[in-house]
């Protein structure tokens, strides 16, 4: 039981760039979502699923898309990288009302990303 | 919205000291409350939770009690450790399952 990952654990990237961050957990978690963590603001959402074939936005999601094709997993796509989203990313999940548990999540170890 | 106010930091102690970090929200319902703590270079633990009004989390020896006639979530430790040194932050969950999380404290414990 691996519980939640996150590939890579640090990018660097020119602006206009993309890439795919990738996040997976084995828990058969319903909800998986995305946090920014930038100094002084702790971490903000930035998209959401709650199931495979269903997503939405949080707080922050312009520039990001996001697709929840399996229960697995949960990438997170940067379209065009600007130096505004050099921060560390975290990917969660949570159990569900199938879990039987409320609203716990279980986080990733992150994601350093670098935006030059 | 929903918010989650913490004290700032950091927040220095002596190994052994009486630990305080305090943390009020603001909601329109009945949010469960969640301290988080994040180690160096490492990603964010559950530490502990309260689901209801009065309910008090507990766990390593943190403590902290959902008071909701002052909409606060103190987080409280009667004897901290070098091994605590770390990054706390307080969130809260609606019924929708997104966290919504406070600005995070640095705690700081010297031998």
């Known amino acids: 039981n691996a519980g939640v990952t996150q590939t890579p654990k640090f990018q660097v990237l020119k602006t206009g760039q993309s890439m795919t961050l990738q996040c997976a957990q084995d828990?058969?978690?319903?909800?998986m979502s995305w946090y920014r963590q930038d100094p002084g603001m702790g971490l903000r959402l930035i998209h959401y699923?709650?199931?495979?074939?269903?997503?939405d936005q949080g707080e922050v999601p312009n520039g990001y898309n996001v697709s929840r094709s399996t229960t697995e997993d949960f990438p997170l796509r940067l379209l065009s990288a600007a130096p505004s989203q050099t921060s560390v990313y975290f990917c969660?999940?949570?159990?569900?009302?199938?879990?039987?548990?409320?609203?716990?999540?279980?986080f990733g170890p992150g994601t350093r990303l670098t935006v030059l | 919205g929903d918010s989650v106010t913490q004290m700032e930091g950091p927040v220095t102690l002596s190994e052994e000291a009486f630990l305080t970090i305090n943390c009020t929200y603001t909601?329109?319902?009945?949010?469960?409350l969640f301290w988080y703590v994040q180690y160096p270079g490492e990603g964010l633990q559950l530490l502990l939770k309260?689901?209801?009004?009065?309910d008090k989390g507990s766990n390593k020896g943190f403590e902290a009690t959902y008071r909701k006639e002052t909409t606060s979530f103190h987080l409280e430790k009667g004897s901290v450790q070098v091994s605590d040194s770390a990054v706390y932050f307080c969130?809260?969950?609606?019924?929708?399952?997104?966290?919504?999380f406070g600005s995070g404290t640095r705690l700081l414990v010297r031998p």
């Open positions: 969660a999940s949570a159990p569900g009302l199938a879990g039987g548990r409320t609203d716990t999540q279980y």
């Open positions: 828990m058969n978690h319903e909800y």
């Open positions: 699923s709650v199931g495979a074939g269903i997503t």
């Open positions: 909601a329109t319902g009945y949010p469960s």
């Open positions: 309260a689901t209801k009004a009065d």
């Open positions: 969130a809260l969950s609606d019924s929708s399952y997104k966290l919504i």
